[in-house]
Structures are given as structure tokens and as C-alpha cells.
């Protein structure tokens, strides 16, 4: 997993509590994501970017909050935690195709929402 | 929609024997085809991923891969698995095209465990 960074790798929160999870990567890459994963259902895109300044919706992205600012820098914040959002978040990035399209994922981030 | 089947939520096979996961995809186009492993507790491996050419991918720790555009089917096969094997393995794509980012559609997962 070199080179993505999520941050931190375990949280618990109550219910009604906001929170961010940061993720960075240091290979430039143009494009970064955030995925969930929960049992029986695989991962599942939240939020997607094409780059700074631009994002865009995933499959379920309702309680998600995204932004851009820099190549970097990728967090996802949770406005106000529901126990539904219990699940194991990954971050992921990709170069561009002259790059090799090798998509990083981070060590993912353990959430807990009680 | 993009969607990925993986058929089987478990699958058991002795260490030495060989193993196939199976892989079907739904896609408007021969999208990218991917294979991570994941183990308890860990983030997610790349075995091997294919955008085009040779049909038959190699990846990491003997692990291979045949897209069969015909059947949408991308099969991950091991000719003797090896008790480290076992772990969670997951079949994905993503759009063939630079726009669509990093967009993966995950299938549900496999579940491999090793007997000895």
C-alpha cells in the first residue's frame, strides 16, 4: 500500500457526532477515492475525485462529505455519525494511464459508531 | 450499470490443490479487470488486473487470470495453494477510459479457506 495514507485506523463515535477521516498520498495522483466495506457487500464507492477542486458522488454517498483542495489531501468527513456508518473505510489513488493505472488503496480505517 | 458476480461467498480446498475463483462482470465495454486479496484485518493486495492484450494474466504469488470477453468472465486460478492463501479475495472493474478515475465496482467477495 505505498504511498496512501488514511488516518486514523481505528475510531469510535456516537451517534450524532461528526468526524473526518484524512487520507493523503505523496504519488501525485490526479485521481483518489473513498470506498466502504461491509460484510457480504464487497467495497462500495462513496466519493470520487479527478483532481483538485473536483469531486463528484459514488454509489452511496448520503452522510458523506468530500473536498479537494489539494492534489494530496482527500478527506472524507462524516457529518453526523450513524450507526449505519459502522464499517471499514478505504481511500484509494491512481496515476494517470502512462502511469500505469495502478489503483493504491491505504490500510483502511476501522469506524465504529455506537 | 457495471456490476461484478463472484458465484461463490466460500470456497475450501487442501493446501496443494488447485484453486479457481470465479469472476463474471457486467459491462457496456471491456472495462479494466482486477483481483485483490484481503486478509483479516489488512487493506487490499493487487494480484494482478487486466486492460487489454494477452488474455491470460500473471500476477503475484503464483496467482493467475483469463479474461474470456465471451463468457464476461475474468477467473483467478492457482495451480497448488498454499495454507497463506487463505484470506478474502475480490473481483473488480473499472471503466476503460482515464475519465473514470478510480470507479471500482467490487463484487461480494470469495472467501478461501485452506485445509492442511
Known amino acids: 500500500n505505498a504511498g496512501v495514507t488514511q488516518t486514523p485506523k481505528f475510531q469510535v463515535l456516537k451517534t450524532g457526532q461528526s468526524m473526518t477521516l484524512q487520507c493523503a498520498q505523496d504519488?501525485?495522483?490526479?485521481?483518489m477515492s473513498w470506498y466502504r466495506q461491509d460484510p457480504g457487500m464487497g467495497l462500495r464507492l462513496i466519493h470520487y475525485?479527478?483532481?483538485?477542486?473536483?469531486?463528484d458522488q459514488g454509489e452511496v454517498p448520503n452522510g458523506y462529505n468530500v473536498s479537494r483542495s489539494t492534489t494530496e489531501d482527500f478527506p472524507l468527513r462524516l457529518l453526523s455519525a450513524a450507526p449505519s456508518q459502522t464499517s471499514v473505510y478505504f481511500c484509494?489513488?491512481?496515476?494517470?494511464?502512462?502511469?500505469?493505472?495502478?489503483?493504491?488503496f491505504g490500510e483502511g480505517s476501522w469506524l465504529t459508531v455506537v | 450499470a457495471q456490476s461484478v458476480t463472484q458465484p461463490d461467498i466460500h470456497i475450501t480446498v487442501s493446501e496443494g490443490a488447485s484453486l479457481e475463483l470465479r469472476c463474471n462482470y457486467s459491462y457496456g465495454a471491456t472495462p479494466y479487470l482486477f483481483w485483490y486479496v484481503q486478509s483479516p484485518g489488512q487493506g487490499l493486495q493487487l494480484l494482478l488486473k487486466?486492460?487489454?492484450?494477452?488474455?491470460l494474466v500473471q500476477g503475484i504469488k503464483g496467482f493467475e487470470a483469463e479474461f474470456k470477453r465471451s463468457q464476461s468472465s475474468f477467473n483467478l486460478r492457482k495451480p497448488s495453494v498454499h495454507w497463506s492463501d487463505a484470506a478474502e479475495y475480490f473481483c473488480a472493474v473499472g471503466p476503460p477510459f482515464t475519465g473514470g478515475g478510480n470507479k471500482l465496482t467490487f463484487g461480494t467477495g470469495t472467501q478461501l479457506k485452506v485445509e492442511l
Open positions: 487486466y486492460f487489454s492484450g494477452d488474455t
Open positions: 475525485s479527478v483532481g483538485a477542486g473536483i469531486t
Open positions: 504519488m501525485n495522483h490526479e485521481y
Open positions: 484509494a489513488s491512481r496515476g494517470t494511464v502512462s502511469s500505469g493505472n495502478t489503483i493504491y
